[in-house]
């Protein structure tokens, strides 16, 4: 994990596998999520719901800000893309980036409806697909 972002945070994932990892790291959270809310739902709670964008490309990593407050971090339009993605997501369905699937796509099974077109702020028209789980 990277950084949070007020109600959301954001993590990288760098080296062999880094987009078939991330996607299991999604789906990983998204069962989390489930089990967390197993009990709320029994006695009537609110469920804490996730939506998750992920996206896979180039990035410019390291340090960022002034000498009063550095962070190190990863900036560009990879992350931008998965920001906007995240928005668009439904709830405990990844939503990946035509990037980010083609290197998984023989990993993961999506919806039917997908892909389905978006118009992302400051980013235009993409197709995204949306993750249901893991092939076997």
Request: hydrophobic share 40%.
């Amino acid at each position: 994990m990277n950084q949070f972002l007020g109600d959301g945070f954001m993590a990288l994932v760098r080296g062999a596998y880094h987009a078939r990892r991330a996607v299991e790291a999604a789906l990983g959270s998204v069962q989390s999520l489930a089990e967390f809310n197993r009990p709320r739902q029994r006695l009537g709670l609110a469920l804490l719901r996730a939506r998750i964008g992920i996206s896979t490309g180039s990035v410019f990593l390291g340090n960022v800000g002034t000498y009063y407050k550095m962070d190190f971090t990863a900036v560009g339009t990879t992350t931008n893309l998965a920001a906007r993605l995240q928005s668009e997501a439904e709830p405990d369905f990844p939503c990946l980036s035509r990037t980010t699937y083609e290197q998984v796509h023989e990993y993961v099974v999506c919806k039917d409806t997908t892909p389905r077109p978006v118009m992302l702020k400051g980013l235009g028209a993409h197709e995204v697909w949306d993750v249901v789980g893991a092939r076997g």
